[in-house]
């Protein structure tokens, strides 16, 4: 069974920082894309980073500068470090892991964790 659970959400000040972690558990880690995305209310679900098995990074680039993210494969895991947070982060984040086989991709969902940000 594969499980993706996120946790360090929270509610910070504007300028603040969160380290989100997501723990993963059936899924041959480390040949799996990784990735944080993130919804607002209203909004439709987008990337926000992502990190490949062998490393290659990509964000959004409405974080970039701001956000890093980082993999450990011996733990299964995956984090999003936000710097310099902004009240437009507010969202729920999502932790996704992707891998593709003969033509079909494989792809799961954390529950989500909240992210507020005041101003």
């Known amino acids: 069974q594969v499980q993706l659970v996120e946790s360090g959400g929270g509610l910070v000040q504007a300028g603040g920082s969160l380290k989100l972690s997501c723990a993963a558990s059936g899924i041959r880690f480390s040949i799996n894309t990784m990735g944080w995305y993130r919804q607002a209310p209203g909004k439709q679900r987008e990337l926000v980073a992502g990190i490949a098995p062998g490393g290659t990074t990509n964000f959004a680039d409405t974080v970039k500068g701001r956000f890093t993210i980082s993999r450990d494969n011996a733990k299964n895991t995956v984090d999003l470090q936000m710097n310099s947070l902004k009240p437009e982060d507010t969202a729920v984040y999502y932790c996704?892991?992707?891998?593709?086989?003969?033509?079909?991709?494989?792809?799961?969902w954390g529950q989500g964790t909240q992210v507020t940000v005041s101003s």
């Open positions: 996704n892991s992707r891998r593709y086989q003969f033509g079909q991709a494989f792809e799961y």
